[in-house]
């Protein structure tokens, strides 16, 4: 089987996987208890005025108008008008979408970087202290409960030293201020980025470290580290140019599939500090059923997922052959 | 070296960084900072149905009336006088204030009526059903509107008076645009409002989604200057600005550091201690018109038996649940109209328990059922009259009685609820009752016990309710007895009904009033509810940045404060 008909082969098979989902999101929503007008009523409406929001949302349609509307709807681009911000979710996604990607991807990077660089010289220095030290530290970072650390973090730096602001994205004093550039709002950005990037740092970190570590300490026995030490080569340069780069290649793959993942943002971090991210979109229009923006955030999430594995697919098949048969 | 000179970078970098930290003390006082808890979902005052939105349109669209902060008396506000009804002609007028749009085109008659319009046109829900018996509106000239209705309509004042009303000019565009529409109301709440013109004392300046909403000083404002209702309104400084907090433990560490100058959400009270120390804090306590409740299925047994929901009522222990499970920050209820309602709250209700020692509380609830035919393996009062634990409590027609659940919401969606839940199970168990607290996730409550009618007892709460007791109508008139209709109970009294019926269309107060208190008195004396407890909004300030806010129900957090506050610097020049 040639490449291109593989591609496309796999092609059908992500537009079956993805019109599947779309179901299963429609579905899973309504069977769901509770409807979108009951949290948004008191007794003080009357029953007509229920009706009225319901007719306004369109669920006073039967299920399988909602459904074929909802199709519709998706194959020509349009996810549909949130029933809390009465805006396309397709405008809060994209703008909620940058900030999530700006975070969770800086933080996935640096903490990959940093998990590399401390997991080499960990598989290094094997079963010397400092090997024992970065195994234990990395599992307890991995294992600390995000939002206890988000706020002890926001506690002490924040609020204690008062090196950075408490939480939120930007400061209004900067953005309101008409005299403020780009370059001073940029730093605003980054200012407030600093926190949660270090938590997310702290708490991530440590699997790539393992990962790392595990990798390198099998690539430190292949006969190619035998040959290079006995060429004569330095240790610095036979652990950061020769085995370093073959042991990175699985916190490669795994950053690359937490990139992917990395869009649905993290509903804890984004809620602690504040971050008008996709998470706390996520968790807010699940929690009130607000059908539309939470099926739109939950098929942008599957699309990514399904590119990337198309991605991957490709040049798997792309660099061995027999994939493709 | 190279090495070297990358640390070096990047240190000066994370200087600068952190550097911008000490530059950006954000102290004017000309600005007022305010934390909320959530962000405005929306600028479309129709769509609006979140409290967050609320706080940001309230100061932007104004109503024709407001309540007075000390007597919840309706005052004259875009009105210049209170209506003239002429019973005759089934009509009120209004005389309007001399005020102008933040756009600085007068307002006037004909922002009233087509408001009007708007509203009854697109039936917009929230007002459709206050607007529904307005049969027309006329404006005679600019500053007096005539108000027909259909039928008297005791709703009027307090329901179609206190709606915000909208520019003509601004909103008529709008509405065309949506009348061309397949669907013309969707079209018209899904209209983005970029920069909603007003009346009220603040307009829109920019919305940084997901960040902050910056309102600035409405020049126009007819207010400033003015004395209404005993006050020279202001506002007295420039800016307002919301910020959004994602938890309540960083907003009280935001205010504690002077990040914001008020936290405009219930400081819980875990908090109340810390912040009671802090000598710039100043806590606002204040009543809510709220209901806290215990509802029955009365469709069924157990619950279809008024005497045991009168032994239920001895058994609940108010006292309990305000001092610890509410820390004090609560009141009890005896009726559904919140006891802070003044007007409208009857106050000679029955008092089930109140003020009982727990031993005549069960000793009552035990000759109440067993005068009634329960029976049990083990009675709660031994033969000496002492308390025991009893056993297996038998119906009247001498079949045990099925084990119950009390639904409750989760303690992560309200901790109170559900602690409620848990201790009226062990009130009910001491009695020999098969009683069993369920919390579940609250749309699943809301579906089991409004929607489907699948229930033993639940207990629920409104937090906000309007003044008007109109909703006691709602709650138990038994044409609202059907699958999501508020009568969850299925609380069924034609007595009841004939009284409510005739509340929702006289005119005179003072008559309606005492058809409300024979409305509580019947609900008091069948308990297809069991009011429990109202709780206190706590809020909380920096009293070294504004001072002046006014305390009303619901709170700090109303139109009069953000017209009367100060900056403290400033105060007495």
Redesign the interface.
Known sequence: MGLRRFVLRRLVEIVVIFFVIMTVLFVLFRLAPGDPVARMVDPSMTPEDARLLMESMGLDQPLWTQYLYYLKNVATGNLGISFHYGEPVSRILMNRLPNTILLFTTAIVLSALLGVFLGKIAAWRREERIDTLMTIGALFCNTLFLPWLALIMIWFFAYWVGWFPITGMISPQVWIDPSAGPIRKTLDVLHHMALPLMTLIVTHFGSYLLVMRSSMLDTLKDDYIITARAKGLDEKTIRDHHAAPNAALPVVTSVGLSLAFSINGGALTETVFSWPGIGRELVFSVSHSDYPLAQAAFLLIAIVVLMANLVVDVLYAYLDPRIRY | MVGWNRFHRLAALLL???G??AC?E?DRSDVL?IGLAE?P??L?VW?A??VNSRKVLSLIYQPLYVYDPETMDLVPWLAAAMPEYDPRTLSYTVRLRPARWSDGTPFTSQDVAFTAHLIQTF????Y??SW?FIDRVQTPDPHTVIFYLQQPMATFLTGTMVTPIVQHKEWSVIAEQAQATE?P??AL????MQHPVGTGPFTL??W?????V?LKRNPHFFGTGQTINGQVLGPFFE?L?Y?????S??AI??L??G?IDMFWWHVQPGYMDDLDRHERIQLFTNEKSALYFMGFNLRQPPFNDVVLRRAVAHLIDKDFIVSRVLQGQGGKMFSVVPAENVFWCCTDLPRYGDGMSRESRYSVAYQLLAEAGYTWAVPPLDAAGNLQPAREIRLPDGRPMARFTILTPPADYDPHRAISGLMIQEWLRELGMPAFSRPM????L???V??NHDFDAFILG?G???L?P??VR??FHSA?DQP???NMSGYRNPVFDELADRSISEMDPLERRELVFEMQRLIARDLPFIPIYNPHVVEAVRRDRFEGWVEMLEGIGNIWSLCLVKPVARHGT
């Open positions: 600068m960084v952190l911008l930290g950006q954000f900072r962000e979902r929306t479309n769509l149905g979140d039936k917009v829900p929230r459709a059903s529904s669907k109301l969707t709440l899904n209209h983005r300046e920019q940084r989604k997901g960040a902050f910056h800016e600005v910020s959004v907090f994602g938890t433990d960083v560490l935001a504690k550091k990040s996730a609250f749309s699943s809301l579906q089991q409004k929607d409104y906000r309710l309007r008007d109109e909703y709602n709650l609202n999501r209709g508020w």
